[in-house]
Structure formats: C-alpha cells, structure tokens
C-alpha cells in the first residue's frame, strides 16, 4: 500500500532543535517534500528532496534516505513562530492517472518560551 | 508578484446544491492542484490541471470536478453537496506540477448545512 507516517505532536523550547521524521511507503517515487502550515493559514512550501542528503535552507533543513524510504525535516534555532503544523508529501501511483500528492497526517509543533 | 488567490473565500450552501470555486495561480504557472483539508481526514489530493488537461487525480467521487482555462486559472465544481463535503478548498499552482514545489492560496471555507 501507500502510506506516510509522521509524529502527531512535538513540544520543545525557545532556541531548541527539533526533528520531525517521515517514514513512506509508495511506488513511483519522485521526491520528498515538506510544508508549513499556521493554524488558520495555508500551507507554505519548506523543501523538496529528490535525491539522497540533506538540503539547508537558513534555520530549516531536509534530509532524505531514498533506501530507507525515510526523510526528516530539521527545524534549529527554534522561534516562537514556529509553533504550527507540518505535513510531508510524497507522490502516489494511482490506476488511473499519472499520480497523486499523498499528505501525511502532519506534526503539531509547540514552542514553549 | 501576486499570489494565488481563490475565491470566494467563504461559502455556505445546503445538502444537495452545487458550488463553484475558483482559483487564479501566480502569473506564468500553468499548473494548478486542488486540495480538500478537513480536520478529519487532513489534506487530500483532489485533482491537477497542467494547460487545460486533468493530469493527475485523487480518490474523490465523480461529483468533484474541475477545469483550468487558456489563462490558467482554474474552477473546481462540486455537484450534489453532502454534509461531509464542509471543508476548506485550497489551490496551489506551480510551475511543473504538485510533486515540487507549490504555492497555496488562501483557500475557500466551505459549510454545507
């Protein structure tokens, strides 16, 4: 089957690192990618990763196993701002079509002063 | 540059109407996806459109539909509302497809009552 798994929830301090991990399972794999969302908001494009390691972009950083059908995405220096949802997405084969952008379920970021 | 703007922004309609919502990409993207975010099923693919073709699909029934115009900007129609079809409808265009990078629009807070 097709399926993305990441935490529902991660809670950490002001200035903290954190790590929200990804694990997939699809056929027709084109890449990896991560999106912010603020309550009340759409979602913001963070990265996209086709091709194994890791993709800095200023405090956020994505990285990419293609073998172990596995991504995480690196939030440092963390922000009060920070505080929101974010979804990785994959694309999946579909019978009819050429494909489909799977979410996964999303992990709810809190940061605590 | 502008961005992706849909409208309406807000729409309340009963059990067995139709609605039409629509989308305007960012100049130059011809590729615009559509998206229903409920709290419980999350984000789902609903359908792509790339220079006026449906080339991508979800699992939506046959009562969602769209279609993208010569200028790009897309309509997505929903015929015989039920219930459960609340939601709200985000568009995303890009440049060469939902499975890289995508810009949201606001979205459009559908209630069926």
């Known amino acids: 089957g097709q399926s993305l798994e990441q935490p529902s929830e991660v809670t950490a301090v002001e200035g903290a690192i954190v790590q929200i991990n990804c694990t997939y399972q699809t056929s027709g794999f084109y890449g990896l990618s991560w999106y912010q969302q603020h309550d009340g908001g759409a979602p913001t494009f963070l990265s996209y990763?086709?091709?194994?390691g890791l993709e800095e972009t200023g405090r956020f950083s994505s990285f990419l196993s293609r073998s172990d059908s596995y991504g995480y995405l690196l939030l440092q220096e963390l922000q009060m701002k920070d505080s929101a949802s974010y979804f990785c997405?994959?694309?999946?084969?579909?019978?009819?079509?050429?494909?489909?952008?799977?979410f996964g379920a999303g992990t709810q970021v809190v940061v605590t002063p | 540059k502008a961005g992706v703007t849909q409208t309406p922004r807000y729409l309340i309609k009963t059990r067995g109407q139709q609605v039409t919502l629509s989308c305007s990409p960012i100049?130059?993207?011809?590729?615009v996806s559509w998206y229903q975010q409920t709290p419980g099923q999350g984000l789902q693919f609903l359908f792509e459109y790339f220079s006026e073709t449906q080339r991508n699909k979800g699992n939506f029934p046959g009562r969602f539909s769209g279609r993208q115009f010569s200028n790009s900007r897309s309509e997505m129609n929903v015929s015989t509302l039920e219930l459960g079809d609340s939601a709200l409808y985000l568009c995303a265009s890009s440049t060469q497809g939902p499975f890289y990078e995508q810009y949201f629009g606001p979205g459009t807070r559908l209630t069926v009552t």
């Open positions: 997405a994959v694309r999946a084969v579909t019978t009819d079509s050429w494909g489909k952008l799977q």
């Open positions: 100049s130059g993207h011809r590729s």
């Open positions: 990763n086709a091709l194994d």
